[in-house]
T-cell receptor, first 114, second 117 residues
């Protein structure tokens, strides 16, 4: 199966700091997605990227779809305590029978100290 | 975004019994739903793809007789964990994609925490 390498595995930052995490893949994806998961909940979609080179923002979040289509990063600016959670990158192939199937990174556990 | 509802959110069952988990798309019709399993502090692992009106497609290593999937309507897929054992305890999550939505991304249910005692 597709292997996604997500880093860092965990981050401990102070409120107000900026955060950056990234994902790389050995294979090309047509769509890159970033999700956030709170304890005991399902993942919630943060940003979806559909074109190589695309840079998209959602409030304090910014994500980019790498030119090679094998990587993506997520930045969070001016972190706040409610940003705590696990962030997952996911790649999607968008073709035929695999449409909608996601390949996940291992997640980045973010801890924000007040 | 599209709404996917999963029920129950938590279930505790005795070893040897079966448990059914429901996944519903509330505001769209989903011909395909996905079932994932997640162990503590780990990523989501795809178990199977649920196809409306046909057999589910299971990932390698997932026992289809153990994890029965039924996708009888365009808004409902069910996962039944048969003869559950403690090692089946996990967080099960479904997702669905809105084929008529502006994007191709999948939306997730709230997850079901299964504990087998």
């Amino acid at each position: 199966g597709q292997q996604l390498n997500q880093s860092p595995q965990s981050m401990f930052i102070q409120e107000g700091e900026d955060v950056s995490m990234n994902c790389t893949s050995s294979s090309i994806f047509n769509t890159w997605l970033w999700y956030k998961q709170d304890p005991g909940e399902g993942p919630v979609l943060l940003i979806a990227l559909y074109k190589a080179g695309e840079l998209t923002s959602n409030g304090r979040l910014t994500a980019q779809f790498g030119i090679t289509r094998k990587d993506s990063f997520l930045n969070i600016s001016a972190s706040i305590p409610s940003d705590v959670g696990i962030y997952f990158c996911a790649g999607q192939l968008n073709r035929g029978s695999t449409l909608g199937r996601l390949y996940f990174g291992r997640g980045t556990q973010l801890t924000v100290w007040p | 975004g599209a709404v996917v509802s999963q029920h129950p959110s938590r279930v505790i069952c005795k070893s040897g019994t079966s448990v059914k988990i429901e996944c519903r798309s509330l505001d769209f019709q989903a011909t395909t739903m996905f079932w994932y399993r997640q162990f503590p502090k780990q990523s989501l692992m795809l178990m199977a793809t649920s196809n409306e009106g046909s057999k589910a497609t299971y990932e390698q290593g997932v026992e289809k007789d153990k994890f029965l999937i039924n996708h009888a309507s365009l808004t409902l897929s069910t996962l039944t964990v048969t003869s559950a054992h403690p090692e089946d305890s996990s967080f099960y999550i479904c997702s669905a994609r809105n084929p008529r939505g502006p994007g191709t991304e999948a939306f997730f249910g709230q997850g079901t925490r299964l504990t087998v005692v």
